[in-house]
C-alpha cells in the first residue's frame, strides 16, 4: 500500500507556511485546513475581492471568509469534499488503502506498467451501479442520491429549486458526477495556483 507521504499536498509546504504566517490558512480537523476564499486559486483574488485579508478566524466573520478544503488531493477528506458523506467516504477510503494486488494499480502505486486507477476515477466507479432517474419528483433524486451516498450539503444545491429546469436536462447521476469531477478539478487549481506561487517566489529578484 501507498504511504500517505506519497499523496499530494494541496499547498506546497513553502506556500502553506507563508499563507499561515499572513493568518490566510490554518489547519484544521480530520485532514483539512481552512484557506481564505482569496487564495483558492489564479481567478479567486477577484472573485473574492469584497472579503478583506484580515479576517479574524476566531470571529464569526471568518466562516464566510475561508474555505474548508483537503490538505492532500488524496484522501479521505477529499472524498467528503467532492461530495460523499462521512459513511460512504469511510468505506471508500478503506478500500483505496486497502487495494488489492494486481491491476489495475492505483495512480498512487509505483508504475509497473498495465491499467491504473485514479482516484476521481474511483470515487466515480462507486456511483456506476446505482439507478439513475430523470424523474420530476424531486423525492425520486433524493433516493438516487442517498443511495450513492452524496452529502447532504451536497442534496441541497443539487435540488436548488432555482435551478431545477437546467437540472431537468440531465439526469441524477449525471449531476452528481458533474459535481465530483467539477470539485475535484477545483482542487487541481488549488494546488496548481499554490505551484505557480511558488515558482513566483523562486523567481522573485533579490
Not at 479576517?55 to 466562516?63: C, L
Not at 436536462?169 to 478539478?185: A, Q, V
Amino acid at each position: 500500500m501507498a504511504s500517505s507521504d506519497t499523496f499530494d499536498s494541496i499547498l506546497t509546504p513553502s506556500d502553506a507556511r507563508d499563507l499561515n504566517r499572513r493568518g490566510l490558512a490554518f489547519k484544521g480537523d480530520n485532514g483539512t485546513m481552512r484557506l481564505h476564499k482569496r487564495r483558492l486559486n489564479a481567478y479567486s483574488d477577484q472573485e473574492y475581492s469584497h472579503i478583506p485579508l484580515d479576517v479574524d478566524p476566531g470571529t464569526p466573520s471568518a466562516d464566510s471568509a475561508f474555505s474548508v478544503i483537503p490538505e492532500r488531493l488524496i484522501s479521505h477528506a477529499t472524498l467528503e469534499y467532492i461530495g460523499f458523506n462521512p459513511r460512504t467516504a469511510d468505506a471508500l477510503w478503506d478500500r483505496w488503502t486497502n487495494w488489492p494486488e494486481g491491476t489495475p494499480h492505483r495512480e498512487t502505486d509505483p508504475d509497473g506498467g498495465g491499467l491504473q486507477m485514479t482516484f476521481v476515477d474511483f470515487a466515480l466507479g462507486h456511483i456506476d451501479s446505482v439507478t439513475d432517474t430523470f424523474d420530476e419528483d424531486d423525492h425520486q433524486w433524493v433516493i438516487c442520491m442517498d443511495a450513492c451516498g452524496i452529502s447532504q450539503q451536497v442534496q441541497t444545491a443539487i435540488l436548488d429549486p432555482h435551478f431545477k429546469y437546467l437540472r431537468q436536462s440531465e439526469s441524477c447521476l449525471h449531476w452528481i458526477k458533474d459535481t465530483i469531477e467539477m470539485r475535484y478539478e477545483g482542487l487541481h487549481a488549488m494546488q496548481s495556483a499554490s505551484i505557480n506561487s511558488l515558482l513566483h517566489l523562486i523567481q522573485a529578484p533579490r
